[in-house]
């Protein structure tokens, strides 16, 4: 196993924590200053490319997770392919929605363009909480013919149950509150 100690506290010493927003009763995790301070932000990576070497392809989810999957692919050497929300790329795209705990949304790639057909994928984001989101990603980009190797996040919020609905995936949180 991977000693991500160093992750863990710049995680935990820099996670900025920002109480009722976007809504009330929602404690939303501000990672900003981890990825604003160099340390934190390569020793993030660092972990997070730990996960899956062998990996083809890193699949960031919109929109912190393109920070970090670009990372992690410079790192690793690999490719990198933004899972954007609807309505960011033009047609074709392949689509897959989901619904969240306040609505309903949808993620898009480009269909075709990208060749994720038989690759080995790794899905990074920062924030694991009910789970939604990187199952929707998950399902996309099996969906364009990839092969899902790992889902790897900094943070997840446990009591949200994310981790039971992406039970099928190999699954690494950095930090668990």
Known sequence: MTDHSAARDAVTRLTRWADDFPQPGVRFADLTPVFSD?????????????????????????ARGFLLGGGVARELGSGVVAVRKSGKLPPPVLSQSYTLEYGTATL?????????????VLVVDDVLATGGTLDATARLVESAGARVIGIAVVLEIAALGGRERLGKYPLTSLVTV
């Open 38 to 62: 160099a340390d934190g932000f390569r020793v993030v990576v660092d972990a997070l490319a730990a996960c899956a070497p062998d990996t083809d392809v890193i699949a960031a989810v919109d």
């Open 108 to 120: 898009e790639i480009p269909a075709g363009s990208i060749g994720l057909d038989g690759r080995s």
